[in-house]
């Protein structure tokens, strides 16, 4: 995952915005802080403009806890959820077998 504590402002980011942005193992650690209004400001920069991959874990109603400020939480999953295209693997995983 994008590690949005070392980001520090979002501006820093900025350059990025012409890439597509992926978000490995996202909700592996609950957003903290001035995390949770940085990944917001993302989700929402990005909103209309580029792709953003988000892998997860997580059923997306788990996401509230990940986000930890209710109003936040619902801000991005509106956004993230809007024009979702998603793809539920189910099975065992493939790291078992190898």
Do not use: T
């Not at 001035?34 to 997580?58: A, G, M, P, T």
């Amino acid at each position: 995952m994008l590690c949005i504590k070392s980001i520090g402002s979002c501006s820093s980011v900025r350059p990025f915005f012409k890439f597509s942005l992926i978000l490995d193992d996202f909700g592996m650690k609950k957003l903290e802080g001035q995390q949770q209004n940085d990944f917001e400001q993302i989700i929402d920069d990005r909103y209309n403009r580029k792709s953003i991959i988000i892998v997860s874990q997580l059923p997306i109603a788990d996401w509230y806890n990940v986000i930890n400020n209710e109003l936040i939480a619902e801000a991005c999953l509106d956004r993230i959820v809007h024009k979702a295209v998603r793809f539920e693997l189910k099975g065992d995983s493939l790291r078992k077998k190898y």
